[in-house]
């Protein structure tokens, strides 16, 4: 009893110090820091926020991005930002679009963003240049360009987002994606969902300027499920288009999908 007692005691201690040392490994973020620079080896002062090491960091204020910079610029990979629920905000103080991108994946990949806000930035709320990236429960609103741009970038799951009212449609996305569970709403210029190849499942996808889904035709085919999916491309009757196979039944209006 007494030997089990000791090794419960040091197992908990082991633990303890590993919480520890993996809490102190989060990497912060905040506009005073942003501000400095030095958030990251070769990161100068002022915007973009430049990520050059991998691990995980976290948001613990809202960014303001000034005219003409982007927000965050990932330059390594295996870079996992959670944003707890602060802002990424690309609006001056007129209300005009003024910085250029949100995040800016750059030539890397293997990276996540989660868990917050992406609004107001004159180009992509998220600019994805390479693979597999995870986006989810995201809110990205009111970006010039659409909401994710990973048109460079496949191996790529897009989950829980709010998508609304971007200038260019909302998912763009390469080959292999997984998008589920979104909300792609009121995206102007483009369609809800813009994909070469992978599945698409349980998203609402309404009022968007051209498709709900674009399935790029020769791109390896799109499984589709369980969307509800309706007034979409104004003053046509199609919802969907391309590439499409009907994984489990979709609602569609005002056509059948």
């Not at 520890?20 to 002062?45: C, E, F, M």
């Not at 806000?117 to 995201?138: H, L, P």
């Not at 589920?180 to 969902?193: A, P």
Request: contains cysteine; aromatic residues 10%.
């Amino acid at each position: 009893m007494r030997n089990r007692w000791f090794a419960g005691a040091a197992f908990a201690a082991c633990s303890l110090a590993f919480a520890t040392t993996a809490s102190a490994a989060v990497i912060i973020i905040n506009q005073t820091k942003a501000l400095n620079g030095g958030v990251t080896a070769g990161d100068a002062p002022g915007f973009p926020i430049t990520l050059s090491v991998p691990g995980p960091y976290r948001l613990d204020s809202n960014l303001t991005v000034p005219a003409g910079k982007a927000g965050i610029e990932i330059k390594s990979h295996y870079v996992n930002i959670d944003m707890a629920g602060f802002r990424l905000y690309g609006f001056n103080s007129s209300g005009a679009k003024v910085a250029t991108y949100g995040i800016d994946g750059g030539a890397f990949g293997v990276a996540g963003v989660r868990n917050g806000t992406i609004t107001g930035f004159k180009y992509s709320g998220i600019a994805i240049f390479n693979n597999q990236w995870v986006v989810e429960d995201m809110t990205i609103t009111a970006n010039g360009g659409p909401g994710i741009y990973a048109t460079s970038g496949s191996y790529s799951r897009f989950v829980n987002n709010s998508i609304f009212v971007n200038g260019a449609g909302g998912i763009l996305c390469n080959r292999y994606c997984h998008v589920e569970g979104n909300n792609i709403t009121g995206n102007t210029g483009g369609d809800g969902v813009h994909i070469s190849s992978g599945t698409v499942l349980g998203n609402t996808i309404f009022a968007n300027a051209s498709y709900g889904i674009f399935a790029v035709p020769g791109g390896g085919g799109v499984g589709f499920g369980n969307n509800t999916i309706g007034g979409n491309l104004p003053g046509g009757s199609a919802q969907v288009y391309g590439d499409l196979q009907s994984l489990n039944a979709n609602v569609c209006k005002p056509t059948a999908c």
